[in-house]
Nanobody, 122 residues
Framework: QIQLVESGGVLVQAGDSLRLSCVAS????????MGWYRQLPGRKERELVA????????NTLDSAKGRFTISRDNAKNTLYMQMNSLRPDDTAVYYC???????????????WGKGTLVTVSS
């Protein structure tokens, strides 16, 4: 099992910066990709914001490129996302995701944190 705990979500003003963190515990050796998803107000689905491989290759949502930067510290089992130039439409619950790689059984299984709320006021 893999447990994920997010932190860093707060109320900020448009243009502010924020850093989200996600600490993984449990079978962390099994983790390959990690990512940040968000659920916008009134929406049921979660959208991928950014993801990063264990080797550091990252992919970011077009609307977040140039503003959000994902990173991970494998030694600390921690995922980060630096969010700059925040906009009101970034308001959402942000979820940390981890996916099992080939080192362990259950390849491809996804694990989720409980989410952290980011609110951006105009």
């Amino acid at each position: 099992q893999i447990q994920l705990v997010e932190s860093g979500g707060v109320l900020v003003q448009a243009g502010d910066s924020l850093r989200l963190s996600c600490v993984a515990s449990g079978d962390t050796i099994c983790i390959s990709e990690m990512g940040w998803y968000r659920q916008l107000p009134g929406r049921k689905e979660r959208e991928l914001v950014a993801e990063i491989t264990s080797g550091g290759s990252a992919n970011t949502l077009d609307s977040a490129k140039g503003r959000f930067t994902i990173s991970r510290d494998n030694a600390k089992n921690t995922l980060y996302m630096q969010m700059n130039s925040l906009r009101p439409d970034d308001t959402a619950v942000y979820y940390c995701n981890a996916r099992k790689g080939t080192l362990c059984s259950g390849y491809g299984m996804n694990y989720w944190g409980k989410g952290t709320l980011v609110t951006v006021s105009s």
